[in-house]
């Protein structure tokens, strides 16, 4: 089983802040995924990673994967309280079917 | 439907007792996962369908859960002789996809309490 380990754990900053959450793993991925799980809510799918180095933007959110397809990155800008929320990588089992996820960063945005 | 539906979204059962978790994934949608996700914490496999297939039932803690999708759409967990150690959301997710490849879209979870 592919291990996906995420930090920080848990992360409280105030609004406008920039922030850095990481995913590494010691096996290569064919694709990563980001998501993000609101209180209450399912995880959502923020962007899916295919190359290495690979960079994508959304919006204030940009995602770096790793040039040995290790690990990944989600780098957020001016950070608001709408961000708040568990991100979550995730990436495919070598079997190619089960879908494996990071147990997540926590993260908090004060005003 | 225009999302994934599960039922109950809330469970509380006793000891002992046999639940069945449902799942009706998007109209269309190929495959269907199963997850269980402790609070704050990321969802963890349990198993995986491609249409009726079950194609990996790796991540099932033991022989008293089971699941299946007979007719390639709906699904359902079943959990036998439940244990407080059960106790937790469970997820489900379809993908138009087939493996881990696309996108997946969750449900909003069946809560499950064992007293």
């Known amino acids: 089983t592919q291990l996906l380990e995420q930090s920080p754990q848990f992360l409280s900053i105030q609004e406008g802040e920039n922030l850095t959450v990481y995913c590494n793993s010691s096996?290569?991925?064919?694709?990563l995924q980001w998501y993000r799980q609101e209180p209450g809510e399912g995880p959502v799918l923020l962007v899916t990673?295919?190359?290495?180095?690979e960079v994508k933007k959304l919006k204030r959110l940009t995602f770096q994967f790793g040039d040995a397809r290790k690990d990944s990155s989600l780098h957020i800008t001016a950070a608001q309280p709408g961000d708040t929320g568990l991100y979550l990588c995730?990436?495919?089992?070598?079997?190619?079917?089960?879908?494996?996820f990071g147990k997540g960063t926590s993260l908090l945005v004060t005003p | 439907g225009a999302g994934v539906s599960q039922s109950p979204r809330y469970k509380v059962t006793k000891r002992g007792q046999d639940v069945a978790l449902r799942c009706d994934p998007i109209?269309?949608?190929?495959?269907l996962y199963w997850y269980r996700q402790a609070l704050g914490q990321g969802p963890e496999f349990l198993t995986y369908?491609?249409?009726?297939?079950?194609?990996?039932k790796s991540g099932l803690p033991n022989d008293r859960f089971s699941a299946e999708r007979p007719e390639g759409s709906i699904s359902t967990l079943t959990i036998q002789r439940t244990e407080q150690r059960d106790s937790a959301m469970y997820r489900c997710?379809?993908?138009?996809?087939?493996?881990?490849?696309?996108?997946?879209?969750f449900g909003e979870g069946s809560r499950l309490t064992v007293l």
């Open positions: 997710a379809s993908s138009l996809f087939l493996g881990g490849s696309g996108e997946l879209f």
């Open positions: 096996s290569v991925f064919s694709s």
């Open positions: 990673v295919v190359t290495g180095g």
């Open positions: 995730a990436a495919l089992e070598d079997s190619g079917y089960a879908l494996n």
């Open positions: 109209s269309g949608h190929v495959s």
């Open positions: 369908f491609n249409y009726e297939a079950q194609q990996d």
